[in-house]
């Protein structure tokens, strides 16, 4: 399998605090990987995140997406790489209210040219997320659960192929989590994407094939694991 994403001696610095959130990271992904990105509050997964995400750069290193080297990018072609290649799930959904599920859905359309047919596979998107019908209700009229569903939708429309999840079940209860993390791993399995979750959870974790364990901006696990949840079924 081919890396889709590439970290070599990464660190970032906020030059404000004199914070050291990563310091000299290296690791690579591979295609169709699922992956835990694990560690308590301050450790720097979230700036990892933001590193992965192409939505942020490093102070040094570089970082690596199928094999096009990022780090001296423009803004703009790190825009559109980050567009065609990588959908993004986050805990707060960030969905726009005065908005219906499938224009949503189709917002990420907006940056690019597209297709006529792109509010079709929207409507194919909401069904493959079991939302089939709810096309026209806003955030305000779904549950959590049914948003976050949404989001799954909406980070999928471009057909990335990497799925990157900020603590995707973090608002939700124990319950709809599940539903969640089992939309992940079918997307991961049936449809081949590389599947990132950031977060602190063991629980979440567990369903990932292989943990990245962070303290203090490094690396201090990173090893396969025998995920508990779903691949059996």
């Excluded at 890396?3 to 990464?10: F, G, K, S, W, Y």
């Excluded at 660190?11 to 591979?30: C, H, P, R």
């Excluded at 939505?55 to 690596?64: A, C, F, H, S, T």
């Excluded at 999928?156 to 124990?174: F, K, Q």
Aim: charged fraction near 30%; hydrophobic fraction near 35%.
């Amino acid at each position: 399998m081919k890396d889709v994403i590439r970290l070599e001696n990464v660190s970032k610095i906020y030059k404000e605090t004199k914070v050291i959130a990563l310091d000299n990271v290296s690791f690579s992904i591979k295609q169709n990987d699922f992956i835990a990105i694990m560690g308590p509050s301050g450790s720097g997964k979230s700036t990892m995140l933001h590193i992965l995400g192409l939505l942020d750069k490093p102070n040094k290193g570089d970082v690596y997406i199928d094999e096009i080297r990022t780090t001296k990018l423009s803004d703009d072609q790190i825009a559109e790489i980050r567009n065609r290649k990588i959908g993004f799930i986050f805990q707060q959904f960030n969905l726009m209210p005065h908005l219906n599920a499938l224009d949503n859905v189709c917002l990420p359309c907006l940056f690019k040219e597209v297709p006529n047919h792109e509010k079709d596979k929207a409507h194919e998107l909401l069904k493959l997320v079991g939302l089939g019908g709810r096309e026209k209700n806003r955030p305000g009229q779904l549950s959590g659960g049914e948003q976050q569903r949404v989001a799954i939708a909406r980070a999928l429309i471009n057909d990335p192929e990497i799925i990157l999840a900020d603590e995707p079940t973090g608002n939700l209860d124990s319950k709809t989590g599940k539903q969640i993390m089992a939309e992940l791993v079918h997307l991961h399995k049936d449809h081949k994407k590389t599947v990132i979750v950031v977060t602190h959870d063991p629980e979440i974790a567990s369903y990932a094939k292989r943990h990245i364990n962070i303290h203090d901006g490094k690396i201090l696990h990173d090893h396969a694991k025998s995920a508990r949840y779903l691949w059996k079924k």
